[in-house]
């Protein structure tokens, strides 16, 4: 999900790129405004793991903000973890803006992570579940902290560190970058599992605007932990990842 303010940039529910949202619709005296954005990925990373099984993805979301800084939106995503679980549906609300003229921006909000059909091992069955996060953005920098006491409605906490770069090079090409670091209770208790509860992740790219879209490539990796953390199986593994995106 991409949209104007620094949770767009940040959350765990987007991709590497997405579109960043032109306003589609503004009311007369600016306070309210909508956006939307859609886009076909080579993959769908989670915080350097692939979540459809190292195929691409469809994605796509609906904003509305408010001159004041709050905002409130949806965005969803297809996902091949396992039989029941294929699609991913978030809705989030936030309060995005900057303290006085210092140039220095702030965004808090919550995000709920939904997956219809899917079934865990919660007494209620779902493995939906709530995030919250903040953040600080100046200049070209952005650091941002996700906090969840209940990851796949299990109960287990779960933070996600990430400090971003984002940087307009000449020839209307953007840079991103950023790095991650989760550390995770997910697998307490599991007598199963024997990897690291925390790893690394990050990415580097470039993003140029192209008849109409956006054209998106970049870099995505894992740490030797982010490895452990996915099973040792391929969706972890290092690879490319590139995207075609529009906003409207």
């Not at 990925?41 to 903000?65: C, E, H, V, W």
């Amino acid at each position: 999900m991409k949209f104007k303010t620094l949770s767009a940039m940040c959350l765990a529910a987007t991709s590497v790129f997405a579109a960043s949202s032109a306003m589609a619709w503004e009311s007369e005296d600016g306070a309210h405004s909508t956006s939307a954005n859609v886009g076909l990925f080579s993959d769908y990373m989670f915080r350097g793991i692939s979540l459809t099984d190292n195929k691409p993805a469809i994605q796509g979301g609906f904003d509305y903000a408010h001159s004041s800084g709050l905002y409130v939106g949806t965005w969803a995503s297809n996902l091949s973890i396992d039989s029941e679980t294929n699609i991913e549906i978030d809705v989030y609300a936030g309060f995005a803006n900057e303290f006085g003229e210092s140039g220095i921006g702030y965004d808090v909000g919550m995000l709920r992570y939904m997956y219809p059909g899917a079934e865990g091992s919660a007494d209620d069955g779902e493995i939906d579940y709530n995030e919250f996060y903040g953040g600080l953005s100046y200049s070209y920098f952005s650091a941002m902290v996700f906090y969840t006491d209940n990851f796949g409605n299990g109960g287990e906490d779960e933070i996600y560190y990430k400090l971003g770069f984002d940087y307009d090079l000449p020839y209307g090409l953007a840079l991103s970058a950023h790095y991650g670091y989760t550390d995770s209770d997910r697998f307490d208790g599991d007598a199963t599992y024997t990897g690291s509860d925390s790893y690394s992740d990050y990415s580097i790219g470039l993003t140029k605007g192209f008849a109409g879209l956006d054209w998106s490539v970049a870099y995505v990796g894992t740490d030797s932990d982010g490895d452990d953390f996915a099973f040792g199986n391929d969706e972890a593994d290092d690879r490319f990842v590139v995207s075609v995106s529009s906003s409207f």
